[in-house]
């Protein structure tokens, strides 16, 4: 599986957008970029996925640098639930996830 | 509500004496997954099923062993559990094992292998 690179972590204030980064330079034309977040003593939770385009949706956005080497997941108002382990994952043909250690998210007042 | 439950949620057994974690999803879905996740290691796979009575090994499959018998239920099976599968445990599901489709995980099983 291609590999991904996330900072370890990253700190944000309430309310304010949160941009979390992710490198994937050896990614592949199949290869779709999921998110994932796993929030303090719960199991990982779906947030967004996309192929070559923009997405948005009621969680966040996932802006895809269009050499696809790169992927940014934006929250647009950081609140304290956010606050959690964010996992950038490629996903090639077949559904196996391959987590990383992800960029672990602290948001304060 | 659609879901992945797993019971039990916190468990704590003895070398060597089996043990089964249940799984069940309620979505119909035809992909289901185990991993455990370990400090500084992440979460691993540990099997997964394609589909009723298609099953196949993860990245760490030593020492599981998996069923799948009917669509909703996929249970883990630790035959002679060993303190090195102390761990935390979760099952997932999805539609279709498919690159685009999200995973749903269950709320996780602790366990503690003295």
């Known amino acids: 599986d291609a590999k991904t690179t996330q900072p370890n972590s990253m700190e944000s204030n309430e309310e304010e957008p949160v941009h979390l980064p992710c490198n994937h330079s050896?990614?592949?034309?199949?290869?779709?970029i999921h998110w994932y977040r796993q929030l303090p003593s719960q199991g990982p939770e779906y947030v967004i996925h996309g192929l070559t385009s923009n997405v948005n949706n009621r969680m966040a956005s996932l802006a895809i640098a269009e050499d696809r080497k790169s992927s940014t997941l934006i929250l647009h108002r950081a609140t304290l639930r956010d606050a959690a382990v964010y996992y950038c994952i490629l996903r090639r043909l077949g559904a196996k996830l391959t987590f990383g250690t992800g960029t672990q998210l602290k948001v304060e007042l | 509500e659609a879901q992945v439950t797993q019971n039990p949620r916190y468990l704590i057994t003895v070398t060597g004496k089996k043990l089964t974690v249940t799984c069940s999803q309620n979505?119909?879905?035809?992909?289901m997954s185990w991993y455990r996740q370990d400090p500084g290691l992440g979460l691993r796979q540990i099997y997964y099923?394609?589909?009723?009575?298609?099953?196949d090994k993860g990245d760490v499959p030593e020492g599981y062993k998996v069923s799948r018998k009917e669509k909703r239920n996929f249970p883990l099976i630790l035959e002679s559990p060993s303190p090195n599968q102390t761990s935390l445990y979760f099952c997932?599901?999805?539609?279709?094992?498919?690159?685009?489709?999200?995973?749903?995980f269950g709320p996780g099983t602790r366990l503690t292998v003295l």
């Open positions: 997932a599901s999805s539609p279709r094992a498919s690159e685009y489709n999200e995973q749903f």
């Open positions: 099923s394609m589909n009723v009575e298609v099953t």
């Open positions: 050896t990614i592949s034309g199949t290869d779709y």
């Open positions: 979505m119909n879905h035809e992909y």
